[in-house]
């Protein structure tokens, strides 16, 4: 019932930070995420929001375990 | 126990909404009753792009449409060059070769004239480079809130080639199913810029002319069997409306269909379905497999056709059915627009 | 790393496709829960991915379908309010009450704006002093958030021309709620960014006391297939825990500043869900200290509850009994054009899901 999408933030101030969506960039606003998060991370952004900064192992750990080939 | 009720409630609006300009469902029922009701004859019943008449043993495409899009003017065009390219290319998607057409103009009080210049300098150009005359219009002015800045109705005439029959009752099957380019452009393109959920983004709309693609298509052969520009109601919608009509089933690689990466990653952002959106530029084409290979190199050495693709095929089965076979590897039914395209979060 | 192409490869889903297939012997019964799973299952195309004795029935997260008629007449009471804005996400727009939806209202004259974010109500509030802005707070955890935070800029800036109708409504106590009325399923795939939000904690109650797995699941076709395996493992070696699938997504315990935003803003209520009826704990209303930015202080008249119209199965549809085809006003009497009940209102409502997706050669 939520659409979030991973966003790269590009550009920071304050509360406020420019995100590129695989090219789409929009503004969004940084008041109600989990960790701080800095220019070159990545964010999960819902309704205008980031709503959570997201980790490179986190999703490269779940990649692995949906590579393993159950026998 | 099932409770009994009257399932054939019969759905009547006492107001048009916006659904019934959104080209989806309640589009196509509210002109198929105006028609039915008011207006049926053999020639408007075909519901082509273009009427086709016959005067004195020449066949003439005859079209008319209205564009009132907001915003007036959106990355990559105008309202005055959509109405001249649309038009165009309604004419040309019955195989005809557009020679003319009429601008009527409707105007708000207030528009400035900075951007009527600008418009009518779009439809100057525009018109040029199809090659069709703006042989007639008509200028009204009406009352501030009368009019969203202007609309703009166009009428336009081409010749149809002797013989040549193009038309979305015929698709059959085994034919091949062509498609010109990306597909959502333009969509995202307007959204991009509209109130409430702008964004920034390379997108522009992909509006153009169609016509010199389509003549050399026809260079190729003249059994070509369906053409359709995909503009309100999306790629899924023409292809549905193709299905029904011709009465056979059609089924789509959605791997093959080009999406470019900006659209996709905007229609993930708004819960869009790119299948949906509006373009203006692009053309949809059933034609006999034996001549896809030929028609598909023709089409990449025009302009507007350069990344022209092979996306699907027609089949006898599920007669009036599109079905996907999904880029994950899945199979869906890809119905035609229901409701309107709105933006959501939830 | 781009967080989501990697997660749509084709090769990938084969593989997890092969997995279930393998890991699958006992026939299983898995609700999803939240509508965007319902709505990634069927765009896919995933169901046909998934071997026979594997069922998805979906479940009642759908913020828009579940908004009662009298919430919808709520909204609609608003646009009657001298020089009212009614500032809403999309999804609103064409969602039934009793006589109209918004979509109608502002045929006739309503000033109807679609916004992306609880900010952009705030900021139209700003531009427009001489106006009242009612920003309609409708969705589940993952949006409330933003909607308290649209309310502390407000009193922090004394802006008080700009108000929130709360439709918010939390999830975990309605899972339970389906299974104390008798829905049979057997796991849950949860809502990811509802978790984001709440974290998985929450979900402990409906493994630990009703032995039902949960699994926090992300969007992209190979996160819900992942998923399901999990679930489908835990089944067949009879287990039920929490477990996160999205852990790029997900931590056990949640966001704590938005938490923190919800905590300071809202309190707690019963509220209403069509087609379920009354769940406590489920609704969310703003503090006395923020009465001043309550819309429904607006509302003067009283709004009746309003039934649901004879012949809808919406109620069975959210509870996971039935399927979309079973009800008889489907694709007839109700399509997505003239909804007659919420699950057919939003895009990613059951069946509106079904209608748009599935067509008639489904199931």
Known sequence: MCLAIPALIIEKDGGWAKADIGGVVR????????????????????????????????????????????? | MRPTINTRVKQVSEVIGLVHGSGGEASRKLVEEMVGTYLANPVIEALDDSATLDLNGVRVAFTTDSYVIDPIFFPGGDIGSLSVNGTVNDLSMVGARPVALTLGLILEEGLPMEDLHRILGSVKRSAAEAGVLVAGGDTKVVERGSADKIFINTAGVGL?????????????????????????????AVVSKREGIAFDTDIVSDTAPLNALVASMLDVTHDIHVMRDPTRGGLATSLNEIALKSGVGVMIEEAAVPVKPQVTQACDMLGFDPFYLANEGKLVAFVPEASAAAMLEAMRRSPYGRDAVLIGRVVADNPGMVVLDTAVGGRRILSALSGELLPRIC | MKFAAEFRSRDLVAGIARNIHRASTGKWTLMEFCGTHTVTIFRHGLKTLLPDNLKLVSGPGCPVCVTSRADIDRIIALCDVPSAVIATYGDMIKVPGSRMNLSERRARGADVRVVYSSYDALALARRHPDRKVFFIGIGFETTAPSTA??????????????????????????????????????????????????????????????????????FEPGDVLQAILMLVRQLEAGESRVEIEYARGVSYDGNANALAAIERVFDTTGSEWRGLGNVDHTGLVLRSEFAGFDASSFIEQEIEPVPDPPGCRCGDVLRGRISPLDCPLFRKACTPERPVGPCMVSSEGSCATYYQYAGEASE
């Open chain 3, 149 to 218: 935070a649209a309310v502390i800029k407000a009193a922090e800036t004394g802006l008080d021309n700009f108000h929130v109708l709360s439709l918010h409504k939390l999830t975990p106590p309605v899972i339970g709620a389906l299974l104390e009325d008798g829905t049979e399923v057997d796991g849950f795939i949860c809502p990811g960014h509802v978790c984001s939000i709440i974290g998985a904690r929450p979900l402990e109650p409906v493994a630990r006391q009703w032995k039902k797995p949960c699994v926090v699941a992300g």
């Open chain 2, 160 to 188: 149809i080639p002797k013989g040549l029959k193009v038309s979305s009752a015929d698709a059959r099957p085994g034919d091949a199913v062509l498609l010109s380019g990306s597909i959502g452009d333009h969509g995202i």
């Open chain 1, 27 to 71: 503004d969004i606003n940084l008041d109600l995420v989990d960790r701080p998060a800095e220019i070159g991370d990545y964010v999960l952004v819902h309704a205008g929001f980031a709503i959570r900064k997201l980790d490179k192992e986190d999703a490269e750990e779940t990649l692995r375990l949906m590579r393993e080939v159950f026998k």
